[in-house]
Structure formats: structure tokens, C-alpha cells
């Protein structure tokens, strides 16, 4: 069977919530990972660490990202999220983050493929397909992306996903694609291509540079979920669809809000109990965490500056749906290269 998850959205801590993986879905993501979740975090209740997850009743395909590097904490976090309704469950072995290295997590375990090969044996005995995600290696004198890759499908993961960097690089330098071709050609499962696609000739690039079986778009998809949709039209041969007018960017940064606002009460309520004071703490809590992609959807485009402003002072939903009215009304929508030339 060809490999379904060509387009492939990153999972993105603090980014990639149930609202934003139903939206980019939406505009043609046959995959949306979920935000890491730490196995240790989980095994000892942390409550917010399984609010995280939230993918009950959430439409299919559903994968938890996992970070871990004890097994039997891997194994339980995996069976939780079988429980929970998880299709797939991805391993990660890519985070460079200091705090993280620090537990012998995510990109340590690069440096460990033992360790990281018995994980995988841990999160394959809730029964769901486990996949692993990656870099090129640690460091310029690790770059040891294709044995581990040969080793992680020798462990039993059904595909892997390559991020071009090394955990040094952190996320600056270039993606080296060569790697994502190396690592392909090396196992015999599907592989993910990752970095620094931005536009969806970039996708087709990566595709045809280095023969992945699909590719998967992180800081390139923030406030464009409308990316997916234009790699989506340009794999079957179609133009792209025109960029989005100011009214579209409104509409789907507000649905983006309410959904996550939706989530958030939902579970402040689950903690403390359905009342309009919960309602409101919970709207408040979602317009907090989403202000930073509110301002996402809004880059590159007239007068953004003024209202990423404005939004990052607002409050309540109302306010940030008179800010958009006035923008939908006023703004015109920029070309994506414009676009990405403003976020960087
Ligand atoms: C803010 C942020 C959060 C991230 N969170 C995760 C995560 O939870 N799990 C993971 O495997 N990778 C995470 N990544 C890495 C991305 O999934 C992706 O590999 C990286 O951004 C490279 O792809 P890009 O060049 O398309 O952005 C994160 C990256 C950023 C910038």
C-alpha cells in the first residue's frame, strides 16, 4: 500500500493543540502530529501532561508524540494513549532542548541507539504501529542519521521521520536534505522528510531531491495553514490556489480561537467544575496561549504590526473578533513570499 501520510504537519510543542491539528487537517494535512508528551510526566498524573494529549474523539488519523527514555514509563504512555484513541504513536528523538537532553531525551537518545531501539520495543507493546523522529545527528562529528535509522527498523518502526539538522544546529543553518536521501535509501520503511519547507515548490523539491515518501512542514505552516493546501494542489499537478485575501486569514484565525477557547473550557471545567467563572478563566487561558499564533496569521500583511499589538492586549474573544472584523475589512493578503520574507 502506498505510504498515506504524504503531507505531514510537525509536531510543534505549545503549537500543534487539537484546534490547530483540526485546522491544518482541514487544509490537506493527511497527518497532524500531536505536541510532544513526556512519558515521565504522564506515568506520575500529571494532570496537564494528560489534557495535552486530548485526542478522544478527535477524527482520524490520531498520533501521540512521546518523549521518554525510560521504558517502562514509554510502554505505559503508549498503552494510555491506545486507550485514549491514538492510531499511531511517534517516538521523539529529535528535541535539542537543554531541558529535555538533561532526562537523556529526545536527541540524547541519538547518541544511545540501544536505548532508543528498546523504546521502541516498549511503545510497540501497546500494539499500535511506532514510528521515530530524528535528526541528522548530534553533532557535526555524529552525524549517524542512517545507522540509527537502519537500527530503529530493525527494532520494528514502521517509519521514520528525518529532520535535516543536527541537535547542535538547534534550528538555524540550513535543513541538509542529503541526509532525508540517505536515511531512505538505507531502510526499507517510509520516510519523512523534514526542514525547512516553507513554500510547496519546496515540498516537491524534497520530494523529488531525495525520493522521501512524504514530507512534513513545522515552522512553515504557523499562521499558513493554507501551505497544505497549495503543497496538496501542486503534488497532483495543480496550480496553487490563490493566496488568501484578509477576510480568509481573519476567518480561520478566528476558528482557530474559538476551537482552541472550545478545548480549554472543556478542560478547566473537567478540573473545577461548569460555571460561568470557569468559562471565562478557561476562555482566558486559551486566548493567552494562542496570542503568538494570532500574531502568526497576521504577518506580512497591512498594518499587522498595529493589530499583532492589540491582539497580544485583548482579553476576550469579542475583542479579538472586532480586532479581525476591522482587519478583514481593511487588509489585503500578501503574496507567501512576501509572507516569509516579513516572518524572517
Ligand atoms: C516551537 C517548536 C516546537 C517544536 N516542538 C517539537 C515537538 O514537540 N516534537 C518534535 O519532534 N519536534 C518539535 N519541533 C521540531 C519540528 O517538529 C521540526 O522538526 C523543525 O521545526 C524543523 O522543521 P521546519 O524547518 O519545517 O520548521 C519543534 C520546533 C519548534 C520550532
Request: charged fraction near 20%; aromatic fraction near 8%.
Amino acid at each position: 500500500m502506498a505510504f498515506p501520510f504524504r503531507i505531514c504537519a510537525a509536531p510543534m510543542a505549545g503549537i500543534s493543540n487539537r484546534a490547530f491539528r483540526e485546522i491544518v487537517r482541514e487544509f490537506g494535512a493527511d497527518l497532524a502530529y500531536g505536541e510532544m508528551i513526556s512519558a515521565r510526566a504522564l506515568g506520575y498524573g500529571n494532570r496537564r501532561t494528560w489534557e495535552l494529549m486530548d485526542i478522544e474523539g478527535e477524527q482520524s488519523p490520531r498520533l501521540v508524540q512521546i518523549s521518554g527514555s525510560e521504558a517502562h514509563f514509554v510502554a505505559a504512555a503508549a498503552e494510555a494513549a491506545a486507550m485514549l484513541g491514538a492510531q499511531y504513536i511517534d517516538l521523539n528523538m529529535g528535541c535539542p532542548a537543554p531541558k529535555v537532553a538533561r532526562n537523556n531525551e529526545g536527541c540524547m537518545l541519538m547518541r544511545q541507539p540501544e536505548l532508543a531501539a528498546k523504546l521502541v520495543s516498549a511503545a510497540r507493546s501497546a500494539g499500535l504501529p511506532v514510528s521515530c523522529k530524528f535528526r541528522a545527528g548530534w553533532d557535526d562529528t555524529s552525524r549517524n542519521a542512517v545507522d540509527f535509522a537502519r537500527r530503529m527498523a530493525a527494532a520494528g518502526a514502521s517509519f521514520l521521520a528525518v529532520h535535516g539538522r543536527t541537535r547542535q544546529q538547534f534550528y538555524s543553518g540550513k535543513a541538509d536534505w542529503s541526509v532525508i536521501r540517505a536515511v531512505k535509501q538505507a531502510v526499507d520503511i517510509p520516510v519523512v522528510g523534514n526542514g525547512d519547507i516553507f513554500s510547496a515548490a519546496d515540498a516537491l523539491s524534497m520530494l523529488e531531491e531525495t525520493g522521501c515518501d512524504g514530507v512534513m512542514v513545522g515552522r512553515g505552516m504557523l499562521g499558513n495553514p493554507w501551505l497544505f493546501a497549495e503543497i496538496r494542489a501542486v503534488l497532483r499537478g495543480e496550480a496553487a490556489p490563490a493566496r488568501p485575501t484578509a477576510a480568509e486569514i481573519a476567518a480561520v484565525a478566528l476558528r482557530h480561537l474559538r476551537r482552541h477557547i472550545a478545548r480549554s473550557v472543556y478542560w478547566y471545567q473537567q478540573r473545577e467544575g461548569e460555571s460561568p467563572a470557569t468559562a471565562a478563566a478557561g476562555e482566558s487561558l486559551a486566548i493567552r496561549s494562542l496570542r503568538g499564533h494570532l500574531g502568526w496569521y497576521t504577518k506580512g500583511l497591512r498594518n499587522s504590526a498595529q493589530l499583532r499589538q492589540r491582539i497580544n492586549q485583548a482579553e476576550s474573544l469579542a475583542e479579538i473578533e472586532a480586532l479581525f472584523a476591522v482587519f478583514a475589512s481593511a487588509g489585503t493578503a500578501s503574496s507567501a513570499a512576501a509572507r516569509i520574507e516579513a516572518d524572517n
